[in-house]
């Protein structure tokens, strides 16, 4: 089992920066690819970026690429999701979720997750 604690949403103005990070316990957490996701009301989940157990290869969404930035600390067992030039389709809700031997887009592949944590922003 991984259990998985998202922090750092918020309300922000648009043009402006978040910083999520999601505190991973339980197995080897460096073992796993971890992944944000998003869902904003009335939409589906969409994957948002993923990062492969050594940090070596990052996946993103279109939308997201040059604004956002995720990274790992294996030592302190966080991922991390910096979110730069935020604007309102940006707003949802926010889950890093863990996956064991994948490294894709596909959010059933994603064995655990968090509970989310909410990102507004506001035009």
């Known amino acids: 089992q991984v259990q998985l604690v998202e922090s750092g949403g918020g309300l922000v103005q648009a043009g402006g920066s978040l910083r999520l990070s999601c505190a991973a316990s339980?197995?080897?957490?460096?073992?796993?690819?971890m992944g944000w996701f998003r869902q904003a009301p009335g939409k589906e989940r969409e994957f948002v970026a993923a990062?492969?157990?050594?940090?070596?290869?990052?996946h993103y969404l279109d939308s997201v690429k040059g604004r956002f930035t995720i990274s790992r600390d294996n030592a302190k067992n966080t991922v991390y999701l910096q979110m730069n030039s935020l604007n309102s389709e940006d707003t949802a809700v926010y889950s890093c979720a863990a996956a064991l031997g994948y490294s894709g887009r596909n959010y059933r592949a994603y064995a655990y997750w968090g509970q989310g944590t909410q990102v507004t922003v506001s035009s």
């Open positions: 990062i492969v157990w050594s940090g070596g290869s990052t």
């Open positions: 339980g197995r080897t957490f460096s073992a796993y690819t």
